[in-house]
């Protein structure tokens, strides 16, 4: 049975409980437990192939588990599916926006689909640029935009309806190390503002000393604390690899 949630993982933030997922024969996740709290950046460190994605995936109800508990803000996701989701952002992998739209048309047609007031979508398209320093490019065509400003739209995008969780998933994927860097640090920025935060990534030099750290590996919570706790005094890099490198 799943341990019982306490009052502060009830009030905001993320929590799993007991989670695990099959894909036939092979296990994604098992027994997977995890909380992140409101105004933490959580890096769920993992090499590919750990179960990252899969549990993006059961995050944000594109796959269903058959058992444990998962919490958003407070909602659960099983009983309570449109407050959970309501409640949280998305950075997805792969890229989701309409090349042949503008900046302000990708995230109206967001706002359209979440249902947000006509009236407010105007300010909160702003809001949400001005957060991420993109108000000056809000009638570029996305397709005209380079990497780093497309994956700012889309976190733009995520942030436009005010969620309390955000979620992504390995967003510097085909980055420079300059976009890497800037977007890493707008969402530690949010983190410090009080958002909860889940990162995942394969890639040691996107998490700090101070960062919540949880590594996955083969389906399992290897690790759960802070970062320079962790890792001792050992280079992260070299630590990270010796937990999860493949024996002979």
């Not at 269903?64 to 309501?86: E, F, N, T, Y």
């Not at 994956?151 to 969780?165: G, I, N, S, T, W």
């Not at 503002?193 to 750290?213: I, M, N, S």
């Amino acid at each position: 049975m799943p341990e019982a949630i306490s009052a502060q993982e009830a009030t905001g933030g993320l929590s799993v409980r007991d989670l695990s997922f099959r894909y036939g024969a092979k296990t994604a996740l098992d027994a997977v437990s995890l909380d992140v709290t409101p105004g933490c950046f959580c890096a769920l460190l993992g090499p590919n192939g750990a179960g990252k994605s899969t549990l993006i995936a059961l995050l944000t109800r594109l796959l269903v588990a058959p058992g444990g508990d998962i919490r958003i803000a407070g909602h659960d996701l099983r009983a309570a599916p449109r407050r959970a989701l309501a409640d949280l952002g998305v950075v997805f992998q792969q890229p989701t926006l309409d090349l042949n739209l503008t900046v302000r048309q990708n995230l109206a047609y967001f706002a359209a689909l979440h249902g947000l007031p006509r009236a407010e979508t105007p300010g909160r398209i702003d809001a949400a640029l001005d957060r991420l320093g993109m108000r000056e490019r809000a009638d570029e065509k996305a397709r005209a935009l380079n990497g780093g400003h497309r994956r700012r739209m889309e976190l733009a995008r995520a942030l436009l309806h005010d969620p309390k969780v955000l979620l992504l998933d390995e967003p510097t994927v085909g980055l420079d190390a300059a976009a890497r860097q800037s977007i890493t640090d707008h969402v530690h920025d949010l983190a410090d503002q009080g958002l909860c935060v889940l990162w995942t990534t394969h890639l040691t030099d996107e998490v700090r000393d101070t960062d919540h750290l949880l590594v996955l590996h083969q389906g399992q919570i290897l690790a759960d604390g802070i970062t320079g706790e962790i890792r001792g005094d050992t280079p992260l890099s070299d630590w990270f690899l010796s937990k999860t490198a493949v024996q002979a």
